[in-house]
């Protein structure tokens, strides 16, 4: 697509024609593509079982390799295929062998599931977390960062590009920049920016990125990636869990690693979900990133301007820039209820809570938030749809 062709895409996508979809940041709505791929693989492993099905697609699964470094601007030896984000996030982390008094340095904004991961860390291994404090704009404070990442024993920095409660979009380049700076590995938890805005890992130097294909990438859920720099592989660097796939025993008391992030994953495929993770990918990429990043911010601007001036609506985002992710308080509201009401209009949104970004949530004082996100496939009309029911609902 030489650019958006909006009848198109909404002919693609099934989902448009029953509902506002405006929770990408949850799960985007699948294409047709997607949906077929996964049909398909599913049909021929009923009818010639699951093992003989991978191996008949095996040329279409590692095509999936190569879709995905394309996006990311790497090589297939850099994908790992794993379940989800955190679990991409969890091989990452289990490459270092972390000692007491070792230090992790990270944002603010980072993931609950992180955190909670941090925390276990420190009290069962005696792990320092360091939080690095925000900018008065939004986002990770640039020379905090600097200072904290030089610490002799920081062992590794873990950057949130785009948080899930808030349309924050992280300094990404800068923050590893200066890791870069100070020889400190980097992880960026690319959950969100994957499919919201051009990733570019080879260009942007971090060790490690882990992403999902459920989100902005609308690809299926229960799949993830991991990127896995070349400097890595090259460090020897493998997960603390391994299996038959991430590595060969080939002696009694001895394993061997393959040469490639194949060592990150996990034997057991979702063969399915993996074929249409490369339908999603292909999609992305044909529509192009940046085109499509710059409809969706386009419509997440339009839907904070417009929710801004219902009354008792506070828009939350912070940050010198900010992506297709809206998030509002709402006075006398909890916006677990307001999202089933909006529901009733066949309109999807989803609830962020203080148990999801607890740190951010509290320094913004409210206990949940509305969250809405548009993707390139929405329109101006479902934005002003959504706008025109919350306001009723709030008026009421």
């Not at 704009?137 to 948080?163: E, K, M, N, Y």
Request: glycine letters at 10%; aromatic letters at 8%.
């Amino acid at each position: 697509m030489a650019s958006i062709d909006l009848d198109r895409l909404r002919r693609d996508t099934p989902g448009t024609t029953t509902v506002n979809h405006l929770n990408n940041a949850g799960a985007g709505l699948m294409t047709s593509a997607v949906l077929d791929a996964i049909t398909a693989h599913l049909q021929l492993e009923s009818r010639i079982g699951g093992y003989e099905a991978a191996a008949k697609q095996a040329d279409a699964i590692a095509a999936t390799y190569q879709d995905l470094a394309q996006l990311l601007g790497a090589q297939p030896r850099n994908i790992a295929i794993v379940e989800n984000a955190t679990v991409g996030f969890w091989q990452a982390l289990g490459a270092f062998d972390l000692a007491p008094g070792d230090r992790i340095v990270t944002t603010f904004n980072d993931y609950a599931s992180n955190q909670i991961t941090y925390i276990a860390l420190k009290e069962r291994r005696g792990i320092e977390v360091v939080r690095v404090r925000e900018s008065a704009s939004g986002g990770a404070d640039l020379d905090d960062f600097r200072l904290q990442v030089r610490h002799p024993r920081v062992r590794l920095a873990t950057i949130c590009w785009s948080p899930t409660n808030s349309g924050l979009i992280q300094d990404v380049p800068a923050l590893v920049a200066l890791c870069r700076e100070a020889a400190v590995p980097s992880f960026v938890d690319g959950c969100q920016a994957v499919g919201q805005l051009p990733v570019d890992c080879a260009e942007l130097g971090c060790h490690f990125l882990a992403g999902t294909t459920r989100k902005f990438l609308r690809g299926p859920r229960g799949l993830g990636f991991l990127y896995v720099s070349d400097q890595a592989l090259e460090e020897g660097r493998y997960p603390l869990n391994l299996d038959g796939r991430g590595a060969t025993w080939d002696e009694a008391d001895r394993f061997v690693l393959p040469a490639t992030a194949q060592r990150f994953e996990n034997w057991e495929f979702p063969h399915a979900l993996v074929l249409g993770a490369g339908a999603a990918v292909r999609y992305a990429l044909e529509v192009g990133i940046a085109e499509g990043s710059k409809r969706a911010f386009e419509l997440a601007a339009l839907a904070r301007t417009s929710m801004a001036a219902i009354p008792g609506v506070t828009i939350l985002d912070r940050g010198t820039r900010l992506g297709a992710i809206v998030s509002a308080g709402i006075k006398g509201w909890d916006a677990n209820v307001m999202v089933e009401k909006l529901k009733q209009q066949a309109i999807n949104t989803s609830a962020a809570t203080r148990a999801w970004a607890l740190l951010d949530m509290d320094a913004k004082g409210f206990e949940t938030a509305l969250r809405v996100s548009p993707h390139y496939y929405n329109t101006e009309g479902e934005v002003e749809a959504i706008v025109e029911v919350l306001g009723t609902i709030c008026r009421g």
